[in-house]
Nanobody, 122 residues
Framework: VQLQASGGGLVQLGGSLRLSCTIN????????FGWFRQAPGKEREGVSC?????????FYPNSAKGRFTISRDNSKNTVYLQMNELEVEDTATYFC???????????????WGKGTQVTVSS
């Protein structure tokens, strides 16, 4: 089981990035996958979750709603996070993981990948 995030980098305030999470070793269709981030000195925060292939619903916390879009391409074993209108506060290491939404809160589950750094400069 392996999740590998990529696509991070340095971007200017207001810019965009697309992160990719390549997933191997899963029956991908049956799992929900999400993106989480952690900035230095801060707690880890979930920013998106997409349900399994049959369901397809997405979830975003207020911090990401309207700016971030999660999608999945099961044929490519990949989950994406399109991030627009980036803010300095979005600077963090971003991780992909299996996820679950419970009563409006987003949780990472059993499987996590290594992160990719996103830095937004002003």
């Amino acid at each position: 089981v392996q999740l590998q995030a990529s696509g991070g980098g340095l971007v200017q305030l207001g810019g965009s990035l697309r992160l990719s999470c390549t997933i191997n070793g899963f029956a991908l269709d049956y799992y929900a996958f999400g993106w989480f981030r952690q900035a230095p000195g801060k707690e880890r925060e979930g920013v998106s979750c997409i349900a399994n292939a049959k369901d397809g619903r997405t979830f975003y916390p207020n911090s990401a709603k309207g700016r971030f879009t999660i999608s999945r391409d099961n044929s490519k074993n990949t989950v994406y996070l399109q991030m627009n209108e980036l803010e300095v506060e979005d600077t963090a290491t971003y991780f992909c993981a299996t996820c679950q939404v419970v009563m409006g809160s987003l949780f990472g589950m059993d499987y996590w990948g290594k992160g990719t750094q996103v830095t937004v400069s002003s």
